[in-house]
């Protein structure tokens, strides 16, 4: 007699998109997960007749993918939802510093990025970049939810903080971070005109000794190039480049307003791109070239940014959001595939990230990051094409269930590791302060 094979949660049933380099669709297909890891993945052909789960969820009319990747955000920016509005880049960014710099502290960071992880968990979120003030607080936190974050120290002369400070809580932070299990460490930098050739090149050198994964925004509007340009003769992109900053290990923000040598230079250093949208046409910064981008062979991601500037953290938004610009800026309805879309929520920020071996698809091996959809819904059928339904139809509200790292954190609707109501009373008395 053969022993019946046992694992800690089996998801059953489901037609998976794997987002795998062939991208396989499995219907009816099962997802065997032991620990943090996906242990199997069966086809209905090859399910085992003996088979055992402390946890068994039955996925029939839903769709299982990996977890969505947000890979640009200010996430405690939760806190200044609908704050700031009708404002360019500048007259904006000037507001909300003022509120952030004299209103914000450890314990109103903790509470807006509960309030973003609770956001993100039900809308299909597993993994997220910060680039945010007292960044430690919300590493610590992600750390205690079991959240997947991307963040790390980050340079600018924003509040005119003490450089020597900097540099030494720098170097602490990083050494503590490497060893914690839900945060990837990263160095980032807010931005060319927000810092100076010392930061940037202390930057580098951080980026170097630690081996970590380099971020900031870059070319967001036409004003931020004109500013740089006027200080530096040098575009943002150019100036980047003269820090030997560009390369395969760097991610640059929005990327709006880029010129076609500059689009070159980024495709040849390999460096990464994430693509904003709905914050760019928010804050009429224009619309970023990413189907040029893409035919150059430059990998683009998606973020949300921040809630202030969005105002919310939907991926799903972002996504839709992305294909239909590039289509309608191109005037070519085969810019930016369905499948390329979703590429950018999942593989494409897995790998600007490092971290292809382990997120990003569902493959047996890797991190058990996923999200079941119920497409047993009335805009969700009949599915013809499971890619043009996640790109075009799906919404946050069809997330039924999202587990990372083997852990169940949305049961069927519910939220199984953040008490909301709790969240959301506390983010209220905070968001009575901002006046």
Not at 398 to 427: F, P, Q, R, Y
Request: charged letters at 25%; aromatic letters at 6%.
């Amino acid at each position: 007699m053969h022993e019946s094979q046992s694992y800690d949660l089996l998801i059953t049933g489901g037609k998976i998109a794997t987002m795998d380099d062939q991208h396989r669709i499995i219907d009816g297909g099962s997802i065997a997960i032991s620990g943090n890891t996906i242990q199997k993945i069966y086809a209905p052909a090859n399910f085992p007749k003996e088979i055992k789960a402390s946890r068994v969820i039955n996925a029939n009319n839903k769709v299982i993918i990996p977890g969505l990747i947000n890979a640009h955000s200010h996430i405690a920016m939760t806190l200044f939802r609908g704050f700031v509005e009708d404002l360019a880049l500048h007259k904006w960014l000037e507001k909300v510093w003022k509120y952030e710099l004299s209103a914000l502290d450890e314990n109103s960071i903790r509470v807006g990025s509960k309030l973003a992880f609770a956001e993100m968990i039900r809308s299909g979120v597993t993994c997220v970049h910060d680039m945010y003030w007292h960044y430690m607080a919300t590493i610590d936190l992600a750390e205690e939810v079991g959240f997947r974050l991307l963040s790390g120290p980050s340079f600018t002369s924003i509040g005119n903080p003490d450089f020597d400070e900097t540099i030494s809580n720098t170097r602490k932070a990083l050494d503590q971070i490497m060893g914690y299990r839900f945060v990837e460490p990263i160095i980032q930098a807010h931005s060319t005109y927000t810092t100076n050739p010392e930061m940037m090149h202390k930057v580098r050198e951080f980026k170097q000794a630690y081996g970590v994964t380099f971020t900031t925004h870059a070319s967001e509007n036409q004003a931020e190039v004109n500013d740089v340009r006027k200080q530096y003769g040098k575009t943002p992109i150019e100036l980047l480049q003269s820090y030997d900053l560009l390369d395969d290990r760097t991610i640059l923000a929005h990327c709006v307003k880029v010129q076609d040598h500059e689009i070159a230079m980024l495709s040849k250093s390999k460096t990464n791109v994430v693509h904003c949208p709905e914050c760019n046409l928010k804050l009429g910064s224009g619309i970023a070239p990413i189907a040029s981008m893409m035919e150059a062979g430059i990998n683009v991601c998606i973020g949300t940014d921040g809630a202030a500037s969005n105002n919310d953290l939907d991926l799903w938004g972002e996504v839709r959001t992305a294909a239909l610009l590039q289509k309608g800026i191109t005037e070519n309805p085969e810019a930016l595939t369905t499948r390329q879309a979703m590429e950018m929520a999942t593989t494409n920020g897995a790998k600007a990230y490092g971290l292809d071996q382990k997120l990003g698809s569902l493959e047996e091996g890797k991190r058990a990051d996923l999200v079941i959809i119920d497409f047993d819904k009335s805009h969700l059928t009949p599915c013809h094409d499971v890619y043009a339904h996640l790109v075009y139809s799906v919404n946050k509200a069809d997330v039924d269930s999202v587990v990372i790292d083997g852990v169940i954190h949305l049961d069927g609707g519910e939220l199984t590791t953040l008490d909301e109501d709790a969240i959301k009373a506390e983010a209220r008395q905070i968001g009575e302060k901002f006046v």
